[in-house]
DNA sequence: CCTACCGATCGGTAGG
DNA sequence: CCTACCGATCGGTAGG
Protein backbone atom coordinates (compact mmCIF):
# COMPACT_ATOMS: atom_id res chain seq x y z
CA UNK A 1 0.00 0.00 0.00
CA UNK A 2 3.21 2.18 -0.60
CA UNK A 3 1.69 5.32 -2.62
CA UNK A 4 3.15 6.12 -5.82
CA UNK A 5 4.00 8.89 -5.14
CA UNK A 6 7.29 9.28 -2.30
CA UNK A 7 6.46 9.81 0.71
CA UNK A 8 7.86 13.59 2.20
CA UNK A 9 10.57 11.82 4.57
CA UNK A 10 11.61 9.00 2.75
CA UNK A 11 15.67 8.04 1.78
CA UNK A 12 16.73 8.00 -1.40
CA UNK A 13 17.42 4.58 -1.06
CA UNK A 14 13.71 4.03 0.37
CA UNK A 15 11.93 6.44 -2.68
CA UNK A 16 14.11 3.38 -5.28
CA UNK A 17 12.73 0.68 -3.65
CA UNK A 18 9.55 2.25 -3.79
CA UNK A 19 9.35 3.11 -7.10
CA UNK A 20 10.46 -0.18 -8.05
CA UNK A 21 7.52 -2.10 -6.19
CA UNK A 22 5.37 0.54 -7.97
CA UNK A 23 6.62 -0.50 -11.30
CA UNK A 24 6.32 -4.02 -10.61
CA UNK A 25 3.04 -3.89 -9.21
CA UNK A 26 1.90 -2.18 -12.47
CA UNK A 27 3.85 -4.50 -14.91
CA UNK A 28 2.09 -7.20 -12.89
CA UNK A 29 -0.99 -5.66 -13.10
CA UNK A 30 -1.13 -4.98 -16.64
CA UNK A 31 -0.43 -8.84 -17.15
CA UNK A 32 -2.32 -10.62 -15.00
CA UNK A 33 -5.54 -8.51 -16.14
CA UNK A 34 -4.30 -9.73 -20.14
CA UNK A 35 -3.51 -13.10 -19.41
CA UNK A 36 -4.74 -13.91 -15.61
CA UNK A 37 -2.51 -14.71 -12.91
CA UNK A 38 -1.77 -18.38 -13.74
CA UNK A 39 -0.83 -17.50 -17.04
CA UNK A 40 1.26 -14.94 -16.17
CA UNK A 41 5.23 -16.10 -15.03
CA UNK A 42 7.11 -14.26 -12.97
CA UNK A 43 9.88 -14.53 -15.84
CA UNK A 44 7.16 -12.69 -18.07
CA UNK A 45 6.74 -9.77 -15.67
CA UNK A 46 10.64 -9.56 -15.17
CA UNK A 47 11.47 -9.47 -18.71
CA UNK A 48 8.76 -6.90 -19.43
CA UNK A 49 10.85 -4.57 -16.65
CA UNK A 50 14.24 -5.30 -18.99
CA UNK A 51 15.09 -7.58 -15.22
CA UNK A 52 15.31 -10.73 -14.46
CA UNK A 53 13.11 -12.99 -11.93
CA UNK A 54 15.30 -12.45 -8.56
CA UNK A 55 14.55 -8.28 -8.68
CA UNK A 56 11.14 -9.09 -8.16
CA UNK A 57 12.11 -11.28 -5.23
CA UNK A 58 14.56 -8.27 -3.65
CA UNK A 59 11.29 -6.27 -3.04
CA UNK A 60 8.34 -9.09 -2.71
CA UNK A 61 8.71 -12.64 -0.94
CA UNK A 62 6.27 -14.48 -3.46
CA UNK A 63 4.25 -14.35 -6.69
CA UNK A 64 0.98 -14.12 -4.08
CA UNK A 65 1.88 -10.79 -2.32
CA UNK A 66 1.83 -9.54 -5.69
CA UNK A 67 -1.82 -10.41 -6.01
CA UNK A 68 -2.70 -9.54 -2.49
CA UNK A 69 -1.60 -5.87 -3.05
CA UNK A 70 -3.48 -5.53 -6.31
CA UNK A 71 -6.67 -6.98 -5.19
CA UNK A 72 -6.21 -4.93 -2.00
CA UNK A 73 -5.65 -1.32 -3.85
CA UNK A 74 -9.12 -2.19 -5.81
CA UNK A 75 -11.47 -2.56 -3.33
CA UNK A 76 -9.32 0.01 -1.04
CA UNK A 77 -10.03 2.88 -3.79
CA UNK A 78 -13.78 1.55 -3.76
CA UNK A 79 -14.22 1.93 0.10
CA UNK A 80 -12.19 5.44 0.24
CA UNK A 81 -14.49 6.88 -2.60
CA UNK A 82 -17.41 5.59 0.09
CA UNK A 83 -15.97 6.82 3.17
CA UNK A 84 -15.19 10.00 1.56
CA UNK A 85 -18.19 10.62 0.98
CA UNK A 86 -19.68 9.51 4.20
CA UNK A 87 -17.08 11.28 6.50
CA UNK A 88 -16.88 14.60 4.72
CA UNK A 89 -20.05 15.15 2.84
CA UNK A 90 -23.22 17.14 3.94
CA UNK A 91 -26.27 16.82 2.39
CA UNK A 92 -29.26 14.43 2.60
CA UNK A 93 -29.40 10.80 2.34
CA UNK A 94 -29.68 11.34 -1.56
CA UNK A 95 -27.55 13.74 -2.07
CA UNK A 96 -25.02 11.68 -0.47
CA UNK A 97 -25.80 8.28 -2.06
CA UNK A 98 -25.55 10.63 -5.64
CA UNK A 99 -22.24 11.47 -4.45
CA UNK A 100 -21.56 8.09 -3.44
CA UNK A 101 -23.02 6.81 -6.54
CA UNK A 102 -20.34 8.56 -8.82
CA UNK A 103 -17.52 8.17 -6.66
CA UNK A 104 -18.01 4.81 -6.73
CA UNK A 105 -18.16 4.42 -10.30
CA UNK A 106 -15.40 6.67 -10.85
CA UNK A 107 -13.19 4.46 -8.27
CA UNK A 108 -14.29 1.17 -10.22
CA UNK A 109 -13.81 2.59 -13.69
CA UNK A 110 -10.18 4.35 -12.74
CA UNK A 111 -9.13 0.84 -11.30
CA UNK A 112 -10.77 -1.26 -13.71
CA UNK A 113 -7.86 -3.80 -13.73
CA UNK A 114 -7.89 -3.95 -10.31
CA UNK A 115 -11.33 -4.54 -9.89
CA UNK A 116 -11.21 -7.26 -12.64
CA UNK A 117 -7.99 -9.14 -10.85
CA UNK A 118 -9.96 -9.54 -7.83
CA UNK A 119 -13.08 -10.62 -9.06
CA UNK A 120 -11.29 -13.56 -11.18
CA UNK A 121 -8.29 -14.60 -8.88
CA UNK A 122 -9.74 -14.71 -5.16
CA UNK A 123 -9.26 -18.25 -5.47
CA UNK A 124 -5.49 -17.47 -5.73
CA UNK A 125 -5.04 -15.87 -3.45
CA UNK A 126 -3.26 -16.62 0.24
CA UNK A 127 -6.32 -17.21 2.60
CA UNK A 128 -4.82 -14.99 4.98
CA UNK A 129 -5.17 -12.44 2.19
CA UNK A 130 -8.86 -13.69 1.32
CA UNK A 131 -9.92 -12.71 4.86
CA UNK A 132 -8.49 -9.34 5.05
CA UNK A 133 -9.79 -8.34 1.40
CA UNK A 134 -13.00 -9.60 2.44
CA UNK A 135 -13.42 -8.04 5.25
CA UNK A 136 -12.89 -4.45 3.17
CA UNK A 137 -15.77 -5.09 1.13
CA UNK A 138 -18.05 -6.25 4.03
CA UNK A 139 -17.24 -2.94 5.35
CA UNK A 140 -18.58 -1.52 2.10
CA UNK A 141 -21.51 -3.19 1.52
CA UNK A 142 -22.47 -2.65 5.73
CA UNK A 143 -22.26 1.01 4.99
CA UNK A 144 -24.06 1.41 2.02
CA UNK A 145 -26.67 -0.42 3.72
CA UNK A 146 -26.22 2.23 6.83
CA UNK A 147 -26.88 4.82 4.32
CA UNK A 148 -29.78 3.37 2.64
CA UNK A 149 -31.53 2.67 5.92
CA UNK A 150 -30.47 6.76 6.47
CA UNK A 151 -32.57 7.42 3.39
CA UNK A 152 -35.31 5.48 4.15
CA UNK A 153 -35.70 6.68 7.76
CA UNK A 154 -35.99 9.99 5.70
CA UNK A 155 -38.93 9.17 3.15
CA UNK A 156 -36.24 9.71 0.93
CA UNK A 157 -35.83 6.20 -0.44
CA UNK A 158 -38.23 3.42 -1.08
CA UNK A 159 -36.71 -0.01 -0.48
CA UNK A 160 -38.16 -3.19 1.30
CA UNK A 161 -34.37 -4.71 1.74
CA UNK A 162 -31.88 -2.43 1.94
CA UNK A 163 -29.34 -5.03 2.33
CA UNK A 164 -30.42 -6.79 -0.66
CA UNK A 165 -30.22 -3.31 -2.48
CA UNK A 166 -27.04 -2.45 -1.18
CA UNK A 167 -25.65 -5.86 -2.87
CA UNK A 168 -27.53 -5.24 -6.24
CA UNK A 169 -25.89 -1.40 -5.99
CA UNK A 170 -22.48 -2.54 -5.03
CA UNK A 171 -23.43 -5.53 -8.01
CA UNK A 172 -24.34 -3.05 -11.18
CA UNK A 173 -21.40 -0.95 -10.40
CA UNK A 174 -18.85 -3.42 -9.36
CA UNK A 175 -19.68 -5.57 -12.78
CA UNK A 176 -18.63 -2.06 -15.27
CA UNK A 177 -15.37 -3.63 -14.92
CA UNK A 178 -16.79 -5.97 -17.19
CA UNK A 179 -18.18 -3.54 -19.84
CA UNK A 180 -16.32 -0.17 -19.74
CA UNK A 181 -14.14 0.63 -22.56
CA UNK A 182 -12.37 3.87 -21.94
CA UNK A 183 -12.70 4.36 -25.83
CA UNK A 184 -16.42 3.60 -26.06
CA UNK A 185 -19.54 5.47 -26.29
CA UNK A 186 -19.47 6.72 -23.13
CA UNK A 187 -16.81 8.80 -21.42
CA UNK A 188 -15.84 8.20 -17.60
CA UNK A 189 -17.71 10.94 -16.09
CA UNK A 190 -20.97 10.17 -18.33
CA UNK A 191 -21.16 6.49 -17.00
CA UNK A 192 -20.66 7.41 -13.31
CA UNK A 193 -23.34 10.10 -13.73
CA UNK A 194 -25.65 8.35 -15.32
CA UNK A 195 -25.15 5.14 -13.32
CA UNK A 196 -25.59 7.22 -10.41
CA UNK A 197 -29.18 8.26 -10.88
CA UNK A 198 -29.87 4.45 -12.29
CA UNK A 199 -29.00 3.86 -8.37
CA UNK A 200 -31.28 6.74 -7.07
CA UNK A 201 -33.71 5.57 -8.90
CA UNK A 202 -33.40 2.06 -7.75
CA UNK A 203 -33.72 3.59 -4.33
CA UNK A 204 -37.26 4.92 -5.03
CA UNK A 205 -35.77 8.37 -5.28
CA UNK A 206 -36.81 10.31 -7.87
CA UNK A 207 -34.99 13.12 -9.50
CA UNK A 208 -37.72 15.61 -10.88
CA UNK A 209 -35.61 17.97 -12.24
CA UNK A 210 -37.32 18.07 -15.17
CA UNK A 211 -41.48 18.27 -14.44
CA UNK A 212 -41.83 17.00 -18.36
CA UNK A 213 -40.23 13.76 -17.60
CA UNK A 214 -43.24 10.72 -17.52
CA UNK A 215 -41.84 9.07 -14.77
CA UNK A 216 -43.89 6.71 -12.41
CA UNK A 217 -47.31 8.01 -14.04
CA UNK A 218 -48.30 4.20 -14.70
CA UNK A 219 -50.86 3.36 -13.24
CA UNK A 220 -52.94 6.72 -12.43
CA UNK A 221 -55.65 7.22 -14.33
CA UNK A 222 -55.34 10.74 -14.24
CA UNK A 223 -52.72 11.67 -16.28
CA UNK A 224 -50.70 14.55 -14.09
CA UNK A 225 -47.21 15.00 -13.37
CA UNK A 226 -46.46 12.06 -11.82
CA UNK A 227 -42.95 12.35 -10.22
CA UNK A 228 -43.60 15.84 -7.88
CA UNK A 229 -41.09 18.30 -7.90
CA UNK A 230 -38.62 18.90 -5.76
CA UNK B 1 -25.01 -29.32 -24.73
CA UNK B 2 -26.06 -32.53 -23.92
CA UNK B 3 -28.93 -32.53 -21.78
CA UNK B 4 -28.61 -34.54 -18.27
CA UNK B 5 -31.65 -36.65 -18.88
CA UNK B 6 -31.05 -38.66 -21.85
CA UNK B 7 -32.82 -38.01 -24.86
CA UNK B 8 -35.94 -40.21 -26.08
CA UNK B 9 -33.76 -42.11 -29.52
CA UNK B 10 -30.54 -42.80 -27.51
CA UNK B 11 -29.20 -46.06 -27.97
CA UNK B 12 -28.41 -47.25 -24.43
CA UNK B 13 -24.32 -46.70 -25.64
CA UNK B 14 -24.83 -42.88 -26.18
CA UNK B 15 -26.40 -42.74 -22.71
CA UNK B 16 -23.79 -44.24 -20.69
CA UNK B 17 -21.75 -41.78 -23.02
CA UNK B 18 -23.79 -38.47 -22.14
CA UNK B 19 -24.21 -39.78 -18.42
CA UNK B 20 -20.39 -39.80 -18.27
CA UNK B 21 -19.90 -36.56 -19.54
CA UNK B 22 -22.57 -35.45 -17.38
CA UNK B 23 -20.68 -36.39 -13.99
CA UNK B 24 -17.80 -35.40 -14.97
CA UNK B 25 -19.15 -31.55 -16.35
CA UNK B 26 -20.12 -31.40 -12.74
CA UNK B 27 -17.56 -32.86 -10.92
CA UNK B 28 -15.60 -30.54 -12.79
CA UNK B 29 -17.90 -27.76 -12.29
CA UNK B 30 -17.49 -28.48 -8.37
CA UNK B 31 -14.19 -27.89 -8.28
CA UNK B 32 -13.33 -25.13 -10.95
CA UNK B 33 -15.68 -23.15 -8.64
CA UNK B 34 -14.16 -24.11 -5.66
CA UNK B 35 -10.50 -24.06 -5.98
CA UNK B 36 -10.51 -22.38 -9.53
CA UNK B 37 -9.50 -24.19 -13.19
CA UNK B 38 -5.81 -23.66 -13.35
CA UNK B 39 -5.38 -25.01 -9.62
CA UNK B 40 -7.73 -28.28 -10.21
CA UNK B 41 -5.61 -31.03 -12.24
CA UNK B 42 -7.42 -33.58 -14.11
CA UNK B 43 -5.69 -36.36 -11.99
CA UNK B 44 -8.34 -34.09 -9.26
CA UNK B 45 -11.41 -34.74 -11.03
CA UNK B 46 -10.62 -38.21 -12.31
CA UNK B 47 -9.89 -39.04 -8.36
CA UNK B 48 -12.99 -37.43 -7.06
CA UNK B 49 -14.62 -39.68 -9.58
CA UNK B 50 -12.71 -42.80 -8.82
CA UNK B 51 -11.66 -43.05 -12.43
CA UNK B 52 -8.51 -42.09 -13.70
CA UNK B 53 -7.18 -38.98 -16.09
CA UNK B 54 -7.62 -41.40 -19.53
CA UNK B 55 -11.49 -41.28 -18.69
CA UNK B 56 -11.96 -38.03 -18.91
CA UNK B 57 -9.79 -37.85 -22.27
CA UNK B 58 -12.25 -40.59 -23.62
CA UNK B 59 -15.31 -37.79 -23.86
CA UNK B 60 -13.62 -34.35 -23.35
CA UNK B 61 -10.73 -33.47 -25.89
CA UNK B 62 -8.79 -31.63 -23.73
CA UNK B 63 -9.36 -29.64 -20.20
CA UNK B 64 -10.30 -26.65 -21.52
CA UNK B 65 -13.40 -28.20 -23.54
CA UNK B 66 -14.49 -28.75 -19.55
CA UNK B 67 -14.34 -25.11 -19.56
CA UNK B 68 -16.00 -24.18 -22.43
CA UNK B 69 -18.79 -26.47 -21.30
CA UNK B 70 -19.33 -24.84 -18.32
CA UNK B 71 -19.14 -21.55 -19.28
CA UNK B 72 -21.41 -21.98 -22.14
CA UNK B 73 -24.17 -23.46 -20.28
CA UNK B 74 -23.90 -20.59 -17.53
CA UNK B 75 -24.59 -18.09 -19.82
CA UNK B 76 -27.19 -20.50 -22.18
CA UNK B 77 -28.89 -20.37 -18.71
CA UNK B 78 -29.25 -16.44 -18.40
CA UNK B 79 -30.24 -16.35 -22.25
CA UNK B 80 -32.88 -18.95 -22.20
CA UNK B 81 -34.40 -17.20 -19.22
CA UNK B 82 -34.89 -14.04 -21.34
CA UNK B 83 -35.71 -15.85 -24.76
CA UNK B 84 -38.67 -17.62 -22.64
CA UNK B 85 -40.59 -14.50 -21.46
CA UNK B 86 -40.12 -12.69 -24.78
CA UNK B 87 -41.12 -14.87 -27.01
CA UNK B 88 -43.59 -16.47 -25.00
CA UNK B 89 -45.02 -14.16 -22.66
CA UNK B 90 -47.82 -11.57 -23.42
CA UNK B 91 -48.26 -8.41 -21.54
CA UNK B 92 -46.78 -4.94 -21.73
CA UNK B 93 -43.39 -4.13 -21.47
CA UNK B 94 -43.24 -4.06 -17.56
CA UNK B 95 -44.68 -7.16 -17.18
CA UNK B 96 -42.26 -8.79 -19.04
CA UNK B 97 -39.16 -7.34 -17.97
CA UNK B 98 -40.63 -8.29 -14.35
CA UNK B 99 -40.81 -11.76 -15.24
CA UNK B 100 -37.61 -11.37 -17.20
CA UNK B 101 -35.96 -10.45 -13.59
CA UNK B 102 -37.26 -13.36 -11.76
CA UNK B 103 -36.47 -15.69 -14.36
CA UNK B 104 -32.73 -14.00 -14.92
CA UNK B 105 -31.82 -13.85 -11.17
CA UNK B 106 -33.58 -17.63 -11.01
CA UNK B 107 -31.28 -18.85 -13.80
CA UNK B 108 -28.09 -17.24 -12.38
CA UNK B 109 -28.55 -18.76 -8.92
CA UNK B 110 -29.03 -22.00 -9.84
CA UNK B 111 -26.41 -21.60 -12.15
CA UNK B 112 -24.21 -19.78 -9.98
CA UNK B 113 -20.95 -22.17 -10.15
CA UNK B 114 -21.64 -21.38 -13.73
CA UNK B 115 -21.96 -18.20 -13.99
CA UNK B 116 -19.16 -17.72 -10.84
CA UNK B 117 -16.68 -19.94 -13.22
CA UNK B 118 -17.76 -18.33 -16.57
CA UNK B 119 -16.86 -14.43 -14.74
CA UNK B 120 -13.55 -15.88 -13.42
CA UNK B 121 -12.29 -17.71 -16.28
CA UNK B 122 -12.35 -15.94 -18.74
CA UNK B 123 -8.78 -15.44 -19.78
CA UNK B 124 -8.25 -19.62 -19.36
CA UNK B 125 -10.64 -20.41 -22.85
CA UNK B 126 -9.51 -21.22 -26.04
CA UNK B 127 -10.27 -17.95 -28.33
CA UNK B 128 -13.12 -19.48 -30.99
CA UNK B 129 -15.03 -20.35 -27.18
CA UNK B 130 -14.50 -17.06 -25.98
CA UNK B 131 -16.14 -15.58 -28.97
CA UNK B 132 -18.55 -17.74 -29.18
CA UNK B 133 -19.87 -17.28 -25.40
CA UNK B 134 -19.25 -13.25 -25.84
CA UNK B 135 -21.62 -13.22 -28.53
CA UNK B 136 -24.02 -15.08 -26.15
CA UNK B 137 -23.94 -12.21 -23.79
CA UNK B 138 -23.89 -9.83 -26.64
CA UNK B 139 -27.07 -11.56 -27.97
CA UNK B 140 -28.20 -11.04 -24.29
CA UNK B 141 -27.58 -7.61 -23.82
CA UNK B 142 -28.92 -6.70 -26.73
CA UNK B 143 -32.07 -8.49 -26.84
CA UNK B 144 -32.68 -6.50 -23.18
CA UNK B 145 -31.89 -3.57 -24.49
CA UNK B 146 -34.78 -3.54 -26.66
CA UNK B 147 -37.14 -4.87 -24.08
CA UNK B 148 -36.15 -1.38 -22.47
CA UNK B 149 -36.66 0.55 -25.30
CA UNK B 150 -40.17 -0.63 -25.79
CA UNK B 151 -40.99 -0.06 -22.72
CA UNK B 152 -39.63 3.61 -22.82
CA UNK B 153 -41.72 4.19 -26.20
CA UNK B 154 -44.72 2.86 -24.66
CA UNK B 155 -44.22 5.35 -21.85
CA UNK B 156 -43.42 2.41 -18.82
CA UNK B 157 -39.99 2.95 -18.29
CA UNK B 158 -38.13 6.24 -17.52
CA UNK B 159 -34.54 5.83 -18.67
CA UNK B 160 -32.22 8.34 -20.24
CA UNK B 161 -29.69 5.85 -21.87
CA UNK B 162 -31.25 1.99 -22.22
CA UNK B 163 -28.15 0.62 -23.19
CA UNK B 164 -26.79 1.48 -20.02
CA UNK B 165 -29.61 0.67 -17.82
CA UNK B 166 -29.22 -2.99 -19.36
CA UNK B 167 -25.76 -3.09 -18.72
CA UNK B 168 -26.54 -1.99 -15.32
CA UNK B 169 -29.36 -4.89 -14.83
CA UNK B 170 -27.38 -7.36 -16.20
CA UNK B 171 -24.70 -6.46 -13.60
CA UNK B 172 -26.82 -6.41 -10.69
CA UNK B 173 -28.11 -9.72 -11.62
CA UNK B 174 -24.95 -11.50 -12.57
CA UNK B 175 -23.06 -10.03 -9.64
CA UNK B 176 -25.31 -12.17 -7.68
CA UNK B 177 -23.23 -15.52 -7.44
CA UNK B 178 -21.00 -13.24 -5.42
CA UNK B 179 -23.23 -13.05 -2.49
CA UNK B 180 -26.02 -15.40 -2.93
CA UNK B 181 -25.59 -18.44 -0.45
CA UNK B 182 -28.76 -21.07 -0.32
CA UNK B 183 -28.52 -21.40 2.96
CA UNK B 184 -28.71 -17.55 3.19
CA UNK B 185 -31.29 -15.16 5.01
CA UNK B 186 -33.22 -14.61 2.10
CA UNK B 187 -34.12 -18.03 -0.43
CA UNK B 188 -33.76 -18.01 -3.97
CA UNK B 189 -37.76 -17.11 -4.82
CA UNK B 190 -37.78 -14.24 -2.15
CA UNK B 191 -34.14 -12.93 -4.11
CA UNK B 192 -35.91 -13.77 -7.47
CA UNK B 193 -38.89 -11.54 -6.47
CA UNK B 194 -37.01 -8.61 -4.53
CA UNK B 195 -34.24 -8.40 -7.65
CA UNK B 196 -37.06 -8.21 -10.09
CA UNK B 197 -38.52 -5.35 -8.48
CA UNK B 198 -35.77 -3.49 -7.95
CA UNK B 199 -35.00 -3.81 -11.88
CA UNK B 200 -38.46 -2.09 -12.12
CA UNK B 201 -37.29 0.46 -9.77
CA UNK B 202 -33.93 1.57 -11.64
CA UNK B 203 -36.01 1.82 -15.42
CA UNK B 204 -38.68 4.41 -13.43
CA UNK B 205 -41.23 1.97 -13.19
CA UNK B 206 -43.13 1.87 -9.97
CA UNK B 207 -45.16 -1.14 -8.80
CA UNK B 208 -47.95 1.01 -7.39
CA UNK B 209 -50.03 -2.35 -6.68
CA UNK B 210 -50.38 -0.96 -3.27
CA UNK B 211 -51.82 2.43 -2.74
CA UNK B 212 -50.32 2.92 0.67
CA UNK B 213 -46.41 2.41 -0.86
CA UNK B 214 -44.98 6.13 -0.68
CA UNK B 215 -43.02 5.47 -3.94
CA UNK B 216 -42.09 9.09 -4.70
CA UNK B 217 -43.97 11.13 -2.18
CA UNK B 218 -40.04 12.44 -1.37
CA UNK B 219 -40.89 16.65 -1.44
CA UNK B 220 -44.40 16.29 0.32
CA UNK B 221 -44.15 17.79 3.60
CA UNK B 222 -46.45 15.72 4.86
CA UNK B 223 -45.20 13.01 7.00
CA UNK B 224 -46.60 9.32 6.32
CA UNK B 225 -45.12 6.20 7.17
CA UNK B 226 -42.22 6.17 5.02
CA UNK B 227 -41.08 2.66 4.04
CA UNK B 228 -44.61 0.69 4.85
CA UNK B 229 -43.81 -3.32 4.95
CA UNK B 230 -45.08 -5.02 1.55
C1' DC C 1 -10.00 -46.98 -19.80
C1' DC C 2 -5.83 -48.26 -16.78
C1' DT C 3 -0.47 -47.96 -15.99
C1' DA C 4 3.21 -45.50 -16.73
C1' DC C 5 5.53 -41.96 -18.62
C1' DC C 6 7.13 -37.74 -21.24
C1' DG C 7 7.93 -32.84 -21.94
C1' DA C 8 7.28 -28.44 -20.62
C1' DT C 9 6.47 -24.81 -17.43
C1' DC C 10 7.42 -22.29 -13.47
C1' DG C 11 7.90 -20.58 -8.54
C1' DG C 12 11.50 -20.07 -5.83
C1' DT C 13 16.56 -19.98 -4.37
C1' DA C 14 21.80 -20.87 -3.99
C1' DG C 15 25.81 -18.76 -4.96
C1' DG C 16 28.26 -15.11 -6.10
C1' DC D 1 20.32 -8.38 -8.60
C1' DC D 2 22.19 -11.70 -12.30
C1' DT D 3 23.21 -16.81 -13.81
C1' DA D 4 21.96 -21.07 -13.31
C1' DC D 5 19.47 -24.49 -11.37
C1' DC D 6 16.22 -27.49 -8.59
C1' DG D 7 11.88 -29.70 -7.51
C1' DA D 8 7.33 -30.19 -8.25
C1' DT D 9 3.21 -30.11 -10.90
C1' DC D 10 0.50 -31.33 -14.66
C1' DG D 11 -1.69 -31.73 -19.39
C1' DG D 12 -1.58 -35.02 -22.52
C1' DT D 13 -0.51 -39.72 -24.66
C1' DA D 14 1.67 -44.43 -25.87
C1' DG D 15 0.85 -48.89 -25.28
C1' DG D 16 -1.79 -52.40 -24.11
Known amino acids: MT ?27 ELFYERGYENTSLDMIAERMNVTKPFIYAHFTSKAELLAEICSRGIASALAALDGVLTTMPGNAAERLAEVGRRFVTAVLT ?12 KN ?24 DQGVAAGLFSVQDTRLAALAIGGMV ?53 APKG
Chains 1, 2 share one sequence.
Open 3 to 29: SATAAPMMGIRDEVAALKRERTLAVAA
Open 111 to 122: SQRHIAIFSREE
Open 125 to 148: LAPADFQTISQMRRDFDAKLVKLL
Open 174 to 226: SWAYVWYRPEGRLTLEQTSEEMSKLILSLVGNQPAKRAAKTTVAKATPVRKKA
